[in-house]
């Protein structure tokens, strides 16, 4: 009676250790799993974009840089096109300083009203 009883207890122990090798296993797996995705080029890129991002003034002042030097290109190219006459040329130039400017006085208004709106459309 006691050797099956011991038998009993052993096999039971072997089958706890054997659950707990199989979530073990389950765990290793995840978690390689996890680096492998972390490694990927694309999501390391992505999570350093994020480092840097991540504070909302730095966020704030990088709008706000780029707004400032893509506002005056697209009024400069509606003003001149593709004309090859000087006088359009000047005017686009003229047109393109004056916007940049315009818009770097405001741009932090500009970038605060464009986050709020961000905000708004995308919850």
């Known amino acids: 009676m006691q050797k099956e ?3 009993q207890a052993l ?11 199989e979530a073990q ?20 890129i992505e999570s350093g974009i994020e480092k840097i991002t991540g504070s909302p003034s730095l966020t704030k002042k ?9 506002s005056g290109f697209p009024a400069k190219k ?3 096109g593709k ?4 006088f359009r040329k000047l005017l686009g130039t003229i047109t393109q300083v004056a916007v940049t400017g315009l ?4 741009a932090s208004k500009i970038v605060l009203n464009s986050l709020k709106l ?3 459309l995308f919850r």
């Open 83 to 86: 004309s090859k006459n000087s």
């Open 5 to 7: 009883k011991s038998t």
């Open 11 to 21: 096999n039971s122990a072997i089958l706890g250790l054997e659950q707990k090798k």
């Open 62 to 70: 990088m709008a706000a840089s780029s707004l400032i030097m893509g």
């Open 25 to 44: 296993r389950d765990a290793i797996k995840n978690e390689i799993d996890n680096i492998h995705q972390n490694l990927m080029p694309g999501n390391i």
């Open 78 to 80: 509606i003003i001149s």
């Open 118 to 120: 961000g905000k708004k």
């Open 103 to 106: 818009v770097a006085k405001n």
